[in-house]
């Protein structure tokens, strides 16, 4: 109703331009009355204002997307306020709907995408004035046409600008593409302000925000430097945001991280790690040399290698990089032969630009515990290898003797503790020369079988007691109550030695525990017993006593099975490496003692059976690892003691029998077997699945051997396999019973 | 990983050489060994590296390495030659005396595997400079 009384009161159309008609058409009429200076201004207010407020909303969600809420809020209010300043004009108020509602709506889609993208996008803002105008053309509003030339001129400037940097100087053209940052400083310089302050004010850092040109583009060319600044301190913050994530990532990776750039110089963040291992406050600015190779001498020549890569590495494209990361050093020793060694595992990764290597990121973990517990390990390791050795030495010449001593060192530890006495009391010096006199004495003999840890702890001991000796002998007397303690300690330290040298004794003998009950006798002399024993208990079958003395007899005679199987515990390592296989080797019931008869053939047998166990069951550790398998095989020996006979298994657990190709090769030779049982045809003469004959197996004959000799001494073989589980050999006397052995079954 | 390229080791004792031969060989790379290398220049053919011992008995070090060098020139062969030393300070001297490097700590044999991986690095980053 309004309007229409405004249009009849305008001037007649053919005496007024198009845009007067357009105002007179949409002004209030006391609005018109005012005069046309007062029109002209409040024209040229209104089209600012719209410009403020369409821009004032784009600040606000920009604020928004920087997570600068009061800034937000501020510029919110002064959109709001253009909005209701040119609501006034009751007839713009179509074009404050449409101008600042599509504003509004478009920033903010526009820069809610941005958000989700990562980035702002300099295409994306570009368009961004041009949907408002399009809106306004829509809603009819013609001298939009103006405004959208206008914008249409700023934007192909903003391409222009980023295109070729042209209005640019030289310097800024220098670090295209133009950042926000080399903008904020060329308007600074332009204008004759005050340089930027250095503190907190990082451009590099500015680089990382993925900034459009185009933002400081439109700040320059609209000359909204506050914002502009209102900007930059939000930028900061969340690039400082940003950093502190990083910051905080890298230290929850636990490795010393940092960057360096074509100077060599750590620039941008690293870790807190970084800091610990390289002994530093600071890494900004410090040298990469100076933190991987401090202290090398010129002529290092992982130091030269390096530095010869660090004259490479930039120039070289993104594809190259493999080959440029095989030759950094992947391991860096700093502060090395000093207490202060740190070993670092080093990795190098490549931070592109362009398709360049532009920074090299450096990833250093620093592993010196792990080298340091990797060293002890080898230390005790070797110190483990030696003791064993010397065992095995005093098992080759004469374990009675180093039985006899661990005997009679435990006995004069207990004499040692009953003469010192359960308490602290005085001593005269004689009982003081006893006391020294057992220490003296267990010292001496661990020294003669170079137990160095016995030895030292008596000699311990023996100092605790030379500060009795004195008083003891010119005063008559001495109290044992201040050494007393430390004495007690020493003898139960030395008293833990010999146990620990005892089971390295055991573990080295082939006979295991049965070692500490061996006497040395000949040989000949015990086999002659036996068999005048047995033509005895011919003539005298029914007599008791003579079973017993048999029996005896055969025990004198037997051999602990740890003596059979002892010389296959070098054996089995060596023979898997020859085949690229690993196998460890484990013998339970190395005492138990194996009747002279098997005792004669089982050695020979074993052999035969653990290298097949080798060659045909263990597979290669990768094949293993594939199967979900320890790439390491096992390959067990049990002995049982039975009342027939020793009963003995062989298992490993390889790939288990190829019943398949057994059953073709039985066929083949025209061989009868029990469908299901196809494993006893292994112990046919003639029978090899092996494609090859080696040295380690292959001929077909071995396995009936082995059957025929241990029937000889009166035993009998069994085979199970399971296929992909392992393979499993019995042997029991013929005289057992099934019901008495046991089940076999895998225990490995 | 086994690395490859062909290394010429001179020196005077026959029990280093041969050490340093077992050892250098185990990581892959073809050892050939001389105590005359003056008399030996031929091994130099195909060599990436050399590594000399600066005092043998009856020579002279400096002409060794010169004839040495004069030798690989003629070949073509642009292999590097070190210093194979115990004496830190002779090591930090190798520029002085020619050579393009030095590996301290002769004797410490897992010492030299590390040195000879670096002087490969060093090669194969020479050879990419040149475009190779």
């Known amino acids: 109703m309004t309007e229409s009384k405004t249009a009849a009161a305008a001037p007649p159309a053919s005496d007024q331009s198009a845009l007067d008609r357009f105002v007179q058409g949409r002004l209030h009429p006391d609005f018109l009355n005012g005069g046309t200076d007062v029109y002209r201004r409040a024209k040229t207010a209104v089209v600012f204002m719209m410009f403020g407020g369409t821009f004032a909303y784009f600040f606000t ?20 306020l253009v909005m209701v300043l040119i609501w006034q004009f009751r007839h713009f108020r179509s074009l404050v709907l449409v101008g600042n509602v599509e504003a509004a709506v478009t920033s903010a889609v526009l820069l809610t995408a941005a958000a989700i993208a990562g980035g702002i996008d300099g295409a994306a803002l570009r368009l961004m004035p041009v949907v408002p105008m399009l809106a306004l053309l829509l809603a009819g509003v013609r001298w939009a046409w103006v405004w959208m030339a206008i914008n249409s001129l700023f934007v192909l400037a903003l391409f222009l600008i980023d295109k070729h940097g042209t209005v640019l100087p030289e310097s800024f053209r220098a670090t295209e593409p133009m950042y926000y940052a080399n903008v904020a400083e060329w308007w600074r310089a332009w204008h004759g302000l005050t340089p930027l302050p250095a503190e907190g004010f990082k451009p590099e850092k500015w680089r990382e925000l993925k900034m459009s040109d185009s933002i400081g583009g439109m700040a320059m060319s609209l000359g909204m430097a506050s914002i502009f600044e209102a900007l930059k301190d939000q930028a900061l913050r969340m690039v400082e945001q940003k950093n502190q994530e990083l910051a905080q990532l890298f230290d929850n990776m636990r490795q010393a991280i940092f960057t360096f750039g074509k100077d060599f110089c750590v620039t941008g963040q690293y870790s807190g790690q970084a800091k610990k291992v390289f002994r530093r406050d600071e890494l900004d600015g410090a040298h990469v040399l100076e933190l991987l190779y401090p202290n090398a001498p010129d002529y290092d020549p992982d130091f030269m290698a390096f530095q010869e890569w660090l004259k490479v590495v930039f120039g070289t494209a993104a594809e ?21 060694e740190i070993f670092l595992s080093v990795e190098m990764r490549p931070i592109l630009k362009r398709g360049r290597i532009d920074r090299v990121m450096v990833l250093a973990s620093d592993e010196t ?4 517990l990797a060293r002890e390990a080898a230390a005790r390791e070797a110190e483990f290898n030696k003791e064993m050795a010397a065992m095995k030495k005093l098992l080759s010449g004469g374990a009675q003797l180093f039985i006899a001593f661990m005997q009679s060192a435990s006995d004069r530890l207990m004499a040692f503790e009953t003469d010192l006495g359960p308490a602290p009391r005085m001593v005269n010096a004689s009982e003081v020369e006893v006391l020294f006199q057992h220490a003296h004495t267990v010292k001496g003999e661990a020294k003669a079988f170079e137990l160095v840890d016995l030895e030292d702890t008596c000699h311990e001991l023996e100092e605790k007691l030379s500060d009795l000796r004195e008083p003891a002998t010119q005063q008559g007397g001495a109290s044992t109550e201040e050494v007393f303690g430390d004495i007690v300690q020493g003898i139960a330290n030395a008293r833990a030695h010999i146990a620990k040298v005892r089971q390295q004794f055991i573990d080295a003998s082939p006979l295991g525990e049965a070692v500490l009950q061996q006497v040395t006798v000949n040989v000949n002399d015990v086999g002659s017993l036996e068999d005048e024993v047995r033509e005895l208990i011919a003539s005298e079958t029914d007599s008791p006593r003579a079973r017993r003395i048999q029996k005896i007899a055969e025990r004198l005679a037997s051999r602990p099975f740890g003596e059979a199987s002892g010389r296959l515990s070098d054996g089995v390592p060596a023979w898997a490496a020859q085949l690229e296989k690993r196998a460890n080797f484990i013998v339970d019931g190395k005492e138990v003692l194996v009747p002279p008869q098997l005792a004669r053939v089982l050695p020979g047998c074993l052999t035969h059976m653990v290298r097949n166990c080798i060659a045909h069951g263990i597979e290669i550790p990768e094949k293993r690892e594939e199967l979900g398998k320890d790439p ?15 009963n003995i298994i062989i298992e490993d657990d390889g790939a288990g029998l190829n019943t398949v190709r057994l059953r073709e090769k039985a066929i083949e030779m025209g061989m009868a077997f029990q469908p299901g049982r196809e494993w006893e045809l292994i112990f046919a003469s003639g029978m090899s699945t092996a494609e090859t004959v080696d040295d380690i197996s292959g001929r077909g004959v071995g396995m009936a051997a082995v059957k025929n000799d241990l029937e000889g001494a009166g035993y009998e073989i069994d085979v199970h396999s399971i296929a992909g589980k392992g393979t499993i050999f019995f042997i029991r006397h013929k005289a057992a019973t099934k019901r008495t052995i046991p089940p076999p079954a895998f225990t490995i | 990983m086994a690395e490859t390229g062909r290394i ?20 892959g790379y073809e050892i050939l060994t001389t105590t005359n290398a003056v008399a030996n220049t031929a091994l130099l053919k195909g060599c990436d590296l050399v590594i000399i011992d600066f005092h043998m008995p009856g020579y002279d070090g400096a002409q060794v390495l010169q004839a040495l060098k004069k030798a690989a020139q003629q070949m073509g062969n642009e292999a590097l030659m070190y210093l194979h030393t115990t004496d830190q300070a002779e090591a930090a001297g190798y520029k002085k005396h020619g050579f393009d490097g030095a590996f301290a700590m002769k004797g410490n044999f897992d010492a030299l595997s590390k040195q000879v991986q670096a002087a490969f690095r060093m090669i194969k980053l020479r050879k990419m400079q040149k475009g190779g």
Do not use: H
């Open chain 1, 320 to 340: 190259g990089w493999d080959d440029m990361a095989a030759m950094v050093p992947a391991e860096r020793v700093l502060n090395e032969f000093t207490d202060d």
């Open chain 1, 369 to 372: 515990e792990k080298v340091k």
């Open chain 2, 8 to 27: 010429l080791v001179i020196d005077d004792s026959i029990t280093l050489l041969s050490k340093v031969k077992e050892r250098l060989a185990k990581d």
């Open chain 1, 61 to 80: 969600f920009l604020n928004i997307q920087f997570k600068n809420y009061g800034a937000a809020v501020v510029e919110g209010l002064i959109a709001t």
């Open chain 1, 632 to 646: 390491v095989g096992a390959i067990k020996l049990t002995c049982l003691p039975g009342s027939a006979g020793p």
